[in-house]
């Protein structure tokens, strides 16, 4: 037993029994999450994150339908193709009345139906009577709000809670907590009927139903300071359609030859919008369900590198959220360094209390890179000047920091080294306790420099180099290059591993490489450090088969002795690191190799749930007729895992976009044998749009402009 607390970290989740038992129904809207069992409830079966969520809090864990004192029976449950709404079919099993008599089986239909809506869950329930003799029905909502911070359903244990009390009028339930941070949380139950019963813990009812006659319920759970509206179909279905409607909002529209491609690029298009949230700076993806629903600094700036030729406008306000939020002093509490960009924030009570370190925590080495290259890659994909200048100052603080904090030990490179002792151990994305480690199992010691850190770095430099230059100043800009030319021949000399034909995983604090074999190069051919005469043999050990388990790649090699494929990085596959390590290989013009990775996440989509990928599954070598090993405790949906099939399009395509002047180029173009055809309608370049078809052919791809509004170029280079 001690030896698993010792593992327990940020990257931990207490698993206490396995997701792939119990499908769940998520749904998600601003700062309000759901996680619901295939009936349409939550508390009684399955995982334990279960609830309703609202601001890092569950503010239902218990909300559960019963017919007749019992579950009904299960027709069917879908999530909307849109993530707007759960729709739940049931019917009664046989109910005993007393003596002889009962309620057969079938002869009550039930659906119902939930949505969230501005820190509100909107549910109805329509009971139909089918039978051909009058009912007495007997309906039971059983409800409890726990009001656990997030952290204490991940598994952390807390000495002290709160105080909880409940407040019942005739149609009004509110549940109620007062936290230890002073912040007093509300649940408010509002039904359409007067209940036959209604208390702290239920709501009941019992209506006489005549043969095909219908009871309709609506009630409304609101998690805000809000009084709300009184819940009614008409007020039911006015929100559901405006929430449907800005879900379904897409500017760039992508359908190809194949039908399921088209689902996964569907669904991963709904999870991005349903994850998408409104920031007062803009909209901000949030990084995952159940764990991770909100900011995240290299989450939110990897998705919206994913998704920016599709939406720049994620971009946009990824950038200005976090510029927001840039930090500006040194506050080692929260591991914050004046320039650095954020890592994350929390609203639970936890995080105000200061039992966790992350209501705003800056404990990420490479999140403040990372904003560098996607103000770059904004600035490159719109051409967007206003915000250019507005960002110019946040990139020079974040310039400042890499040189001068980010740089723990003044050797050139950006290492971590974490101030408090309840930060995070490791502050790259492989976050967890034990990924950083030596060919012989050792765990590294810090300050550690990682191998891709130095790649954002250079890439980094390159794009503000750009952005300098466009700002008009030259004589910055030369120094950036230079000063990125200088990285790129020190990291050769201090990573570059000829024996393992790639790059050591990192430095640890005494500059011993960490010479094991890992996915983390493939983000090294993304940021172009690598030189070119290398960039083969970084793809060969990449596509191996110690690393390509046939689904993507692990993240460590098979042989490593920390190889474990049911771990969180040491071996498991992760969707975003194979988008990043495709784009990679594309660069170096290696886009056959990239569609392997296209093709393996592709035929993993068909074989999970709602063709939606989820945050990592494990490195099991792919078995024919077999789908991939799912991880227990992996999010689902994750943002950077949907917007990942974004990615991995561009690479196959060698798409490049630029708006300055507006060009489209498709250098040397590759479709996998299952996309005979790929349109692309309305992709905004600059001041222009135009629709373009990719059609595969025997040994090339061709494109045919089908209409095209402005000035714009349009190449192909093979």
């Given at each position: 037993?001690?030896?698993?607390?010792k593992?327990?970290?940020?990257a931990?989740?207490?698993?206490?029994?396995?997701?792939?038992?119990?499908?769940?129904l998520?749904?998600?809207?601003?700062?309000?999450f759901?996680?619901?069992?295939?009936?349409g409830?939550?508390?009684?079966?399955?995982?334990?994150?279960?609830?309703?969520?609202?601001?890092?809090?569950r503010?239902l864990?218990?909300?559960?339908?019963?017919?007749?004192?019992?579950?009904?029976?299960?027709l069917?449950?879908?999530?909307?193709?849109?993530?707007?709404?759960?729709?739940v079919?049931?019917?009664?099993?046989?109910?005993?009345?007393?003596?002889?008599?009962?309620?057969?089986?079938?002869?009550?239909?039930?659906?119902?139906?939930?949505?969230?809506?501005?820190?509100?869950?909107?549910?109805?329930?329509r009971?139909?009577?089918y039978?051909?003799?009058?009912?007495d029905?007997?309906?039971?909502?059983?409800?409890?709000?726990d009001?656990?911070?997030?952290?204490?359903?991940?598994?952390v244990?807390?000495?002290?809670?709160?105080?909880?009390?409940?407040?019942?009028?005739?149609?009004?339930?509110?549940?109620?907590?007062?936290?230890?941070?002073?912040?007093?949380?509300?649940?408010?139950?509002?039904?359409?009927e007067k209940?036959?019963?209604?208390?702290?813990?239920?709501?009941?009812?019992?209506?006489?139903?005549?043969?095909?006659?219908?009871?309709?319920?609506?009630?409304?759970?609101?998690?805000?300071?809000g009084e709300?509206?009184?819940?009614s179909a008409?007020?039911?279905?006015?929100?559901?359609?405006?929430?449907?409607?800005?879900?379904?909002?897409?500017?760039?529209?992508?359908?190809?030859?194949?039908?399921?491609?088209?689902?996964?690029?569907?669904?991963?298009?709904?999870d991005?919008?349903m994850?998408e949230?409104?920031?007062?700076?803009g909209?901000y993806?949030?990084?995952?369900?159940?764990?991770?629903?909100?900011?995240?600094?290299?989450?939110?700036?990897?998705?919206?590198?994913?998704?920016?030729?599709?939406?720049?406008?994620?971009?946009?306000?990824?950038?200005?959220?976090?510029?927001?939020?840039?930090a500006?002093?040194?506050?080692?509490?929260q591991?914050?360094?004046?320039?650095k960009?954020l890592?994350?924030?929390?609203?639970?009570e936890?995080?105000?209390?200061?039992?966790?370190?992350?209501?705003?925590?800056?404990?990420?080495?490479?999140?403040?890179?990372?904003?560098?290259?996607?103000?770059?890659?904004?600035?490159?994909?719109?051409?967007?000047?206003?915000?250019?200048?507005?960002?110019?100052?946040?990139v020079?603080?974040?310039?400042?920091?890499?040189?001068?904090?980010?740089?723990?030990?003044?050797?050139?490179?950006?290492?971590?080294?974490?101030?408090?002792?309840e930060?995070?151990?490791?502050?790259?994305?492989?976050?967890?306790?034990?990924?950083?480690?030596?060919?012989?199992?050792?765990?590294?010691?810090?300050?550690?420099?990682?191998?891709?850190?130095?790649?954002?770095?250079?890439?980094?430099?390159q794009?503000?180099?750009?952005?300098?230059?466009?700002?008009?100043?030259?004589?910055r800009?030369?120094?950036l290059?230079?000063?990125?030319?200088?990285?790129r021949?020190?990291?050769?000399?201090?990573?570059w591993?000829?024996?393992?034909?790639?790059?050591?995983l990192?430095?640890?604090?005494?500059?011993?490489?960490?010479?094991?074999?890992?996915?983390?190069?493939?983000?090294?051919?993304?940021?172009?450090?690598?030189?070119?005469?290398?960039?083969?043999?970084?793809?060969d050990?990449?596509?191996?088969?110690e690393?390509?388990?046939?689904?993507?790649?692990?993240?460590?090699?098979?042989?490593?002795?920390?190889?474990n494929?049911?771990?969180?990085?040491n071996?498991?596959?992760?969707?975003?690191?194979?988008?990043?390590?495709?784009?990679?290989?594309?660069?170096?013009?290696?886009?056959?190799?990239a569609?392997?990775?296209?093709?393996?996440?592709?035929?993993?989509?068909?074989?999970?749930?709602?063709?939606?990928?989820?945050?990592l599954?494990?490195?099991?070598?792919?078995?024919?007729?077999?789908?991939?090993?799912?991880?227990?405790?992996?999010?689902?949906?994750?943002?950077?895992?949907?917007?990942?099939?974004?990615?991995?399009?561009?690479?196959?395509?060698?798409?490049?976009?630029?708006?300055?002047?507006?060009g489209?180029?498709?250098?040397?173009?590759?479709?996998?044998?299952?996309?005979?055809?790929?349109?692309?309608?309305?992709?905004?370049?600059?001041?222009?749009?135009?629709?373009?078809?990719?059609?595969?052919?025997?040994?090339?791809?061709?494109?045919?402009?089908?209409?095209?509004e402005?000035?714009?170029?349009?190449?192909?280079e093979?």
């Amino acid at each position: 037993m001690s030896d698993i607390i010792k593992i327990k970290g940020h990257a931990y989740v207490l698993a206490t029994s396995p997701r792939v038992a119990m499908r769940t129904l998520t749904l998600k809207d601003g700062d309000t999450f759901a996680v619901f069992d295939r009936y349409g409830d939550t508390g009684s079966f399955g995982a334990g994150e279960q609830g309703i969520y609202h601001r890092g809090t569950r503010m239902l864990s218990h909300h559960e339908f019963h017919l007749g004192h019992q579950r009904p029976l299960l027709l069917s449950s879908t999530v909307h193709e849109h993530n707007a709404f759960v729709a739940v079919d049931l019917t009664n099993p046989d109910i005993p009345l007393g003596g002889e008599r009962l309620i057969p089986r079938g002869a009550i239909h039930v659906f119902r139906s939930m949505f969230l809506w501005q820190g509100q869950l909107f549910c109805r329930t329509r009971v139909f009577n089918y039978g051909d003799t009058e009912l007495d029905t007997d309906i039971t909502l059983l409800f409890e709000a726990d009001f656990a911070d997030i952290f204490e359903v991940r598994g952390v244990t807390r000495k002290k809670r709160g105080r909880h009390w409940a407040d019942v009028s005739e149609t009004t339930v509110s549940l109620c907590y007062e936290g230890l941070d002073g912040i007093t949380r509300r649940t408010r139950l509002d039904f359409s009927e007067k209940p036959t019963e209604l208390s702290a813990e239920h709501a009941r009812f019992t209506p006489r139903l005549q043969p095909h006659e219908a009871f309709e319920l609506y009630h409304i759970a609101n998690f805000t300071d809000g009084e709300g509206d009184r819940p009614s179909a008409d007020h039911f279905l006015h929100n559901r359609e405006r929430l449907v409607h800005r879900l379904e909002g897409r500017r760039t529209t992508i359908k190809t030859s194949n039908e399921q491609f088209n689902h996964w690029l569907d669904r991963s298009t709904a999870d991005l919008r349903m994850l998408e949230t409104r920031t007062p700076d803009g909209p901000y993806p949030y990084a995952g369900v159940p764990w991770f629903s909100t900011v995240f600094g290299r989450d939110g700036i990897i998705t919206a590198l994913e998704y920016l030729w599709v939406d720049p406008d994620m971009a946009k306000g990824v950038l200005a959220t976090l510029a927001a939020n840039q930090a500006d002093r040194l506050s080692p509490v929260q591991d914050a360094e004046p320039g650095k960009i954020l890592h994350e924030w929390r609203e639970g009570e936890m995080a105000n209390l200061g039992e966790v370190p992350y209501g705003s925590y800056y404990g990420s080495a490479d999140s403040t890179p990372l904003f560098l290259m996607l103000a770059a890659a904004y600035w490159r994909r719109t051409g967007d000047r206003a915000t250019l200048e507005a960002l110019w100052p946040h990139v020079e603080r974040a310039l400042e920091w890499i040189a001068q904090h980010g740089d723990v030990d003044g050797d050139g490179f950006v290492e971590y080294a974490r101030k408090r002792p309840e930060g995070l151990t490791n502050q790259g994305w492989k976050d967890s306790e034990d990924s950083v480690m030596h060919a012989d199992g050792h765990l590294a010691d810090g300050p550690i420099a990682l191998c891709e850190v130095q790649g954002y770095v250079y890439a980094g430099k390159q794009g503000a180099a750009d952005m300098a230059q466009a700002l008009g100043m030259s004589e910055r800009a030369h120094t950036l290059r230079r000063q990125a030319a200088e990285l790129r021949e020190k990291f050769e000399a201090a990573f570059w591993l000829e024996d393992l034909g790639t790059y050591a995983l990192a430095l640890d604090g005494a500059k011993r490489p960490c010479r094991v074999e890992s996915s983390n190069p493939g983000h090294l051919l993304y940021c172009g450090i690598v030189p070119h005469e290398r960039a083969k043999q970084v793809a060969d050990s990449l596509m191996g088969p110690e690393l390509f388990s046939g689904w993507g790649v692990r993240t460590l090699a098979e042989r490593e002795r920390r190889y474990n494929p049911m771990s969180y990085h040491n071996g498991s596959i992760w969707p975003h690191d194979n988008a990043l390590a495709a784009a990679g290989l594309a660069r170096y013009g290696m886009a056959d190799r990239a569609q392997k990775i296209l093709a393996g996440m592709f035929d993993a989509a068909l074989a999970v749930d709602l063709n939606r990928l989820p945050e990592l599954f494990c490195g099991f070598p792919r078995q024919a007729g077999q789908g991939p090993t799912l991880y227990p405790v992996a999010c689902i949906p994750q943002a950077w895992a949907a917007g990942s099939a974004f990615m991995l399009l561009e690479a196959v395509l060698g798409m490049q976009l630029t708006a300055n002047p507006p060009g489209i180029l498709f250098h040397r173009p590759v479709l996998p044998d299952f996309l005979d055809r790929v349109e692309i309608g309305n992709l905004v370049v600059g001041n222009s749009s135009v629709d373009v078809i990719l059609n595969r052919h025997p040994h090339s791809v061709g494109i045919n402009v089908m209409r095209r509004e402005g000035e714009v170029d349009i190449r192909m280079e093979m």
